[in-house]
């Protein structure tokens, strides 16, 4: 925290448009590596056509984007209308100022860490920026004058307190063990001698935090808010040109926001792996941990990418289920441990970050298996035939009355009754 705020203006604008560079042309080539993945996923080709291997195909995409007709409903509320998206944009790019890149570097002749700046709080500060963002979808889908919009914006304003509870919770039991809510400390805190990444230490934490950042971006399988099936777009239904960009470029972002965050907190951050460190002493010195760093962070979108390609939608009331009475109770029961764990450090005797390890690994085997297997059915109804309309099926029942104006009615085949003449008749 003592090498922050020594920056002279210039050097901190210099930084800032740096990140901001950094995250546009990470965003395209995202998209690229998306479109390559799940392409070789279908047995498809993907991009290739402009640029080496389709680099460019990302950015032809994007000026096409600015080139298409702009349209603004007439029952919009134009001011709302424009402002959302901007609102949705604008704080995915704010989060990246707290996350370390690196150590200490020069740049320009001065010695600066590779990060903008550090709070004592600053992974509440990216919990909070990113809560901000969830205000643009809410007024996009609300101002665009569509049903379908609004739905949409009502379901991503559900699911984002409803995963952010269970993130934020995530991250309690990082701040107990590491002590500190500051993220270059948490970095230094996985990285001292004798300790281990989080992710292996607060194994549940991790898990719960991976599950919950798929659910705060909105991809699938919980893009609920964009489900095509039932909502045409959702939020950004009546958005078109270079404003539906800017939905399309904050969605990314914040893919890579929560990927540089998980790793920060739970992967060592900018630190080079074990096998690497041991090898090469110098990996983490100069600009060589932005290597590692962004690998970690790639190796992330990469799990986004794969979940995509491989996994069905959820129902929403699963998508509800999930989050508040599987990942909330969890998480809490993980909390408590930690705490019980911690208060015990003093006392010596066994390391207490095997037992940490050992609760983590059980705690995550529990969770695996509580969604295996089928529900057996109950021994009262085994036997009973099943209703065609369990689970509420709309379709109604056929009459039962007199003949209704409009009702199907069932085919009747009648028997005629025939007689075959014999030789005499004839």
């Given at each position: 925290?003592?090498?922050?705020g020594?920056d002279?203006?210039w050097?901190?604008?210099v930084?800032a448009?740096?990140?901001?560079v950094?995250l546009?042309l990470?965003?395209l080539f995202?998209?690229?590596?998306?479109?390559?993945?799940?392409g070789?996923?279908?047995h498809?080709?993907?991009?290739?056509?402009h640029?080496p291997?389709?680099?460019l195909?990302s950015?032809?995409?994007g000026?096409?984007l600015?080139l298409?007709?702009?349209?603004?409903?007439?029952?919009?509320d134009?001011t709302?209308?424009?402002?959302?998206?901007?609102i949705?944009v604008?704080?995915?790019?704010?989060t990246f100022?707290v996350?370390p890149f690196?150590?200490e570097?020069?740049?320009?002749?001065?010695?600066t860490?590779?990060?903008?700046?550090?709070?004592?709080?600053?992974?509440l500060?990216?919990?909070?920026?990113?809560s901000?963002g969830?205000?643009?979808i809410v007024?996009?889908g609300?101002?665009?004058?569509?049903?379908y919009?609004?739905?949409?914006?009502?379901r991503?304003s559900?699911q984002?307190i409803s995963?952010?509870?269970a993130?934020?919770l995530?991250?309690v039991?990082?701040?107990?063990?590491?002590g500190?809510?500051s993220?270059s400390?948490?970095?230094?805190?996985q990285?001292?001698k004798?300790s281990?990444w989080?992710?292996?230490?607060l194994?549940?934490?991790?898990?719960?935090?991976?599950?919950?950042?798929?659910?705060?971006?909105?991809r699938?399988?919980?893009?609920l808010p964009?489900?095509e099936g039932?909502?045409?777009?959702?939020?950004?239904?009546?958005?078109?040109?270079l404003?539906f960009?800017?939905?399309?470029?904050?969605?990314?972002i914040?893919m890579?926001?929560?990927?540089?965050?998980?790793?920060?907190?739970?992967?060592g951050?900018?630190h080079a792996p074990?096998p690497?460190?041991n090898?090469?002493?110098?990996?983490?010195?100069g600009?060589w941990?932005l290597?590692?760093f962004?690998?970690?962070?790639l190796c992330?979108?990469?799990?986004?990418?794969?979940?995509?390609?491989?996994?069905p939608?959820?129902r929403y009331d699963?998508?509800?289920h999930?989050?508040w009475?599987?990942?909330i109770?969890?998480?809490?029961?993980?909390?408590?441990?930690?705490?019980?764990?911690?208060?015990?450090?003093d006392?010596?005797g066994?390391?207490?970050?095997w037992?940490?390890i050992?609760?983590?690994?059980?705690?995550?085997?529990?969770?695996?298996l509580?969604?295996v297997?089928?529900?057996?059915?109950?021994?009262?109804t085994?036997d009973e035939p099943?209703d065609?309309?369990?689970?509420?099926f709309p379709?109604?029942p056929?009459?039962?009355?007199g003949p209704?104006?409009?009702?199907?009615?069932?085919?009747?085949?009648?028997?005629?009754?025939t007689?075959?003449?014999?030789a005499?008749?004839?």
């Amino acid at each position: 925290m003592a090498a922050f705020g020594k920056d002279p203006v210039w050097l901190v604008i210099v930084k800032a448009v740096l990140i901001f560079v950094v995250l546009v042309l990470l965003t395209l080539f995202n998209i690229w590596l998306e479109r390559r993945v799940v392409g070789r996923m279908q047995h498809r080709i993907g991009p290739n056509v402009h640029g080496p291997f389709g680099l460019l195909q990302s950015l032809a995409d994007g000026v096409k984007l600015a080139l298409k007709e702009d349209l603004i409903p007439k029952a919009a509320d134009k001011t709302v209308y424009l402002v959302a998206p901007v609102i949705a944009v604008v704080p995915s790019f704010v989060t990246f100022a707290v996350i370390p890149f690196g150590p200490e570097v020069t740049m320009f002749g001065h010695r600066t860490p590779l990060q903008l700046t550090d709070t004592p709080v600053a992974v509440l500060f990216v919990m909070a920026i990113a809560s901000i963002g969830i205000y643009g979808i809410v007024l996009a889908g609300w101002s665009s004058g569509s049903t379908y919009s609004l739905l949409g914006g009502l379901r991503s304003s559900a699911q984002m307190i409803s995963y952010e509870v269970a993130m934020g919770l995530a991250f309690v039991a990082v701040f107990l063990y590491a002590g500190s809510m500051s993220t270059s400390e948490i970095v230094a805190a996985q990285n001292e001698k004798g300790s281990f990444w989080f992710a292996l230490i607060l194994a549940p934490s991790f898990i719960i935090y991976c599950i919950a950042m798929v659910g705060e971006t909105n991809r699938a399988p919980f893009d609920l808010p964009e489900a095509e099936g039932e909502l045409v777009g959702g939020f950004h239904t009546e958005y078109s040109s270079l404003k539906f960009a800017l939905f399309f470029l904050a969605e990314y972002i914040n893919m890579a926001t929560v990927s540089a965050v998980a790793t920060t907190l739970f992967l060592g951050g900018w630190h080079a792996p074990w096998p690497i460190i041991n090898v090469w002493p110098g990996a983490d010195i100069g600009y060589w941990p932005l290597l590692w760093f962004f690998g970690k962070v790639l190796c992330f979108i990469f799990v986004f990418i794969w979940l995509r390609g491989t996994l069905p939608r959820l129902r929403y009331d699963q998508f509800m289920h999930f989050g508040w009475k599987r990942l909330i109770p969890i998480s809490l029961l993980w909390i408590v441990a930690v705490a019980t764990i911690q208060s015990l450090k003093d006392d010596g005797g066994i390391s207490l970050k095997w037992v940490l390890i050992a609760l983590g690994v059980l705690a995550a085997i529990f969770l695996a298996l509580s969604f295996v297997g089928e529900r057996e059915p109950d021994e009262d109804t085994a036997d009973e035939p099943e209703d065609a309309f369990a689970g509420g099926f709309p379709v109604p029942p056929m009459p039962t009355g007199g003949p209704v104006r409009g009702a199907a009615r069932p085919l009747v085949f009648e028997t005629v009754p025939t007689h075959v003449a014999t030789a005499e008749e004839v």
